[in-house]
C-alpha cells in the first residue's frame, strides 16, 4: 500500500512538472527591447513564476496547461544570466538580437557539414570562429526530403532541439549564411546575436506556410488541388522500396554493362518523399513549434523549389502570403528579410525568356517588397550558374546583412541595395526609367546590356539604352511605339546595371 502511495505521489508530481519548448534552453538568447515571450505547459491551474534579469512574472496554467508569461523589454546584456521558471533552470543566458533563418538548401547549407558540400575557406572559417556571443539553436532531428519521417498535419506543439554556443569546435554545421549573417550583425552593434534556424533543403515555399492562410487565397485553388492529386495514394515507405528495389536493378544492370564495355545505363531518380514538400506542413512541424519565441525579424532564402513548373507566377503571391501569416501567428510586424536567387543554368541567348528558370520567383521576390518592413539581397552577380548551392556564402549573408543593418539598425549605409525599378515613363519613341538606390547609376563594364523592349504586341528585342543621371533611357529603332521594357528576364541573364555601391540591378518588368 505504501509503495502504492509513493507512485502515486510521484505521478502527481511529475504531472504538475513546469514543461518547456525546446527553443527555452541553456545557452538561448533572448530579443533585446521587446516584450519577451515565455511559455511552456503545466497541470491546469498550476502557477507558473518566472524570474529573470530582476523581474518576476507569475501566470497559471489553463485548462489544457498552457501558460505564457511576458518579461518586460530588457537592455542588452553579454554576460551570462539564469532563467528560473519554477523549479526550472535555464542556465547561460543572452540578451542580444534574435533572428529566424530559415527556407530551403541554401539557408540549411553548412559551413563544413554533410549537407550540400562546404563554403569557400571552410577551414580557416571553423578555426577563426571565436564568438561565444553568437549563438544558434537547430532542431535535433530536421526533416528532408530524401527519408521517411513526414510533418505533421496538426501544429506541432515542440519540437527537440538546442542551443549551441559558437566555437571552433561546434560551428561547422551551423547554417553557412545564418552563421555569416550573425558575424556580421555582431561585428556592427556589438551586441549578442541568437539564429534560430529551421530549414529543410528541396521544399517549396507552400510547406512552410499554414495551411489555412493558402486556403484562404483562392488564386492558390489551383496549386493546392494538384498537391492533393500528387498526394493522393502516395505513400513513402511504399515509394522509397520502389526506388530501392529500381536501384538494385540498375547496379546490376550497370555492373553487366561495364564488363562488356557497354554504355552503362541512366540511374533511377532518387526517391523524393512528397509528404515532406505538401503545403502546410513544414509551417506545422518546424516552424509553429517555435511561435512565439520573441525575435527581431527572419532572414529567408527559399525559391530554387518554385523557380519551375506551371504554378511559378504564384510565387510573388505566395511570398507575401508567408510573411502575413508567420506575422499573424507571432502577432508581430517583425523585420523580413530575403536573398533574391540569383542567376542559374543557360546564358541568355534572347531578348526576353520568361519561361526561363526562377524568373517568375525573382520578379515576385521584387514585387513582395510591397511589403511593409521588408528587404532583399539582389544577388545576381555572385552565384554560381552551374550549381545551385553557392559556395561563397560569405557573399551572400554580407548583401542581407547591408539591407538589414540599414532598416533595422539604422547603420549610415549610403546604398544598401542595387538598384530597384520604381516607374516608367513613356514618350514618343522611348521609355524612361526611374530607379530607388540610383545613385550612380553605371555599366559594370562595358556598354549597358540586358533590356528589351517591345510594343503592344510584347515581342521584345534587344534594346539600347543609356544612362542619364539616375535614370536610364531605354529605346530601338525596331520599335516606333515602346510600351514595356524587360531587364534580365531569363534563368542566367545578361544585365550589368550597378550604382555607385557596385551593387547589381533587380530583374525587373515595367509590364
Known amino acids: 500500500m505504501k509503495c502504492f502511495l509513493l507512485l502515486l505521489l510521484s505521478a502527481a508530481c511529475a504531472l504538475a512538472e513546469v514543461r518547456l519548448p525546446s527553443v527555452i534552453s541553456d545557452h538561448m538568447v533572448v530579443q533585446a527591447g521587446k516584450p519577451v515571450t515565455i511559455w511552456g505547459w503545466a497541470e491546469a491551474g498550476e502557477e507558473v513564476v518566472v524570474e529573470f534579469a530582476g523581474q518576476k512574472k507569475a501566470a497559471k496554467a489553463g485548462a489544457k496547461g498552457e501558460w505564457q508569461v511576458k518579461l518586460d523589454p530588457l537592455a542588452p546584456n553579454a554576460e551570462s544570466q539564469t532563467l528560473h521558471i519554477n523549479d526550472k533552470i535555464i542556465k547561460d543566458v543572452l540578451v542580444g538580437e534574435v533572428w529566424f533563418a530559415s527556407g530551403q538548401s541554401n539557408m540549411a547549407m553548412q559551413i563544413n557539414g554533410k549537407l550540400h558540400g562546404k563554403v569557400d575557406n571552410a577551414d580557416a572559417e571553423v578555426a577563426n570562429a571565436k564568438h561565444p556571443e553568437i549563438r544558434v539553436f537547430v532542431h535535433d532531428a530536421p526533416l528532408a526530403i530524401y527519408e521517411l519521417p513526414v510533418p505533421d498535419d496538426e501544429l506541432a506543439p515542440d519540437r527537440p532541439g538546442k542551443w549551441r554556443v559558437c566555437s ?96 552503362a545505363p541512366k540511374a533511377p531518380s532518387p526517391f523524393k518523399n512528397l509528404q515532406v514538400m505538401k503545403p502546410g506542413g513544414l509551417f506545422a512541424s518546424m516552424i509553429a513549434p517555435l511561435v512565439p519565441y520573441t525575435m527581431r525579424g527572419v532572414i529567408w532564402y ?15 503571391a505566395q511570398h507575401c502570403t508567408l510573411i502575413a501569416d ?36 525573382r520578379d515576385g521576390q521584387r514585387r513582395a517588397l510591397q511589403m511593409p518592413h521588408t528587404g532583399m539581397a539582389i544577388t545576381m552577380d555572385i552565384g554560381d550558374p552551374k550549381q545551385g548551392h553557392p559556395t561563397n556564402k ?67 528585342v534587344w534594346a539600347d539604352a543609356r544612362i542619364e543621371g539616375d535614370k536610364v533611357i531605354v529605346s530601338s529603332s525596331e520599335i ?23 551593387l547589381p540591378a533587380s530583374p525587373f518588368t515595367t509590364e
Open 168 to 263: 571552433p569546435e561546434t560551428v561547422a554545421d551551423f547554417s553557412a549564411m545564418g552563421y555569416f549573417f550573425a558575424r556580421d550583425l555582431l561585428a556592427e552593434i556589438k551586441q549578442p546575436i541568437g539564429i534560430v534556424t529551421s530549414a529543410v533543403g528541396g521544399t517549396p515555399i507552400e510547406a512552410w506556410t499554414s495551411l489555412s492562410a493558402q486556403q484562404a487565397v483562392p488564386g492558390f485553388k489551383p496549386l493546392l488541388d494538384d498537391w492533393t492529386k500528387r498526394l493522393d495514394g502516395f505513400v513513402p515507405e511504399a515509394e522509397q522500396k520502389k526506388f530501392l528495389d529500381a536501384k538494385a536493378a540498375w547496379l546490376k544492370t550497370r555492373s553487366a554493362a561495364l564488363k562488356a564495355k557497354q554504355p
Open 302 to 316: 527559399q525559391g530554387e523549389r518554385n523557380a519551375a513548373g506551371p504554378f511559378t507566377s504564384l510565387y510573388g
Open 326 to 361: 508567420w506575422r499573424k501567428h507571432w502577432g508581430d510586424e517583425f523585420y523580413f528579410a530575403w536573398v533574391q536567387i540569383p542567376a542559374f543554368a543557360t546564358p541568355q541567348k534572347f531578348p526576353s525568356e520568361p519561361t526561363g528558370w526562377g524568373v517568375s520567383v
Open 394 to 460: 560569405t557573399e551572400f549573408a554580407a548583401r542581407l546583412a547591408r539591407v538589414v543593418l540599414h532598416d533595422v539598425y539604422q547603420k549610415s549605409i549610403a546604398l544598401w541595395s542595387g538598384p530597384l525599378f520604381k516607374s516608367a515613363e513613356i514618350t514618343a519613341d522611348h521609355i524612361m526609367l526611374i530607379f530607388d538606390q540610383a545613385t550612380g547609376l553605371r555599366a559594370k563594364s562595358g556598354e549597358l546590356e540586358g533590356f528589351a523592349i517591345a510594343g503592344d504586341d510584347k515581342k521584345f
Open 480 to 502: 516606333k511605339a515602346p510600351k514595356a521594357v524587360r531587364y534580365s528576364w531569363a534563368a542566367n541573364p545578361k544585365g550589368n546595371l550597378v550604382n555607385a555601391a557596385g
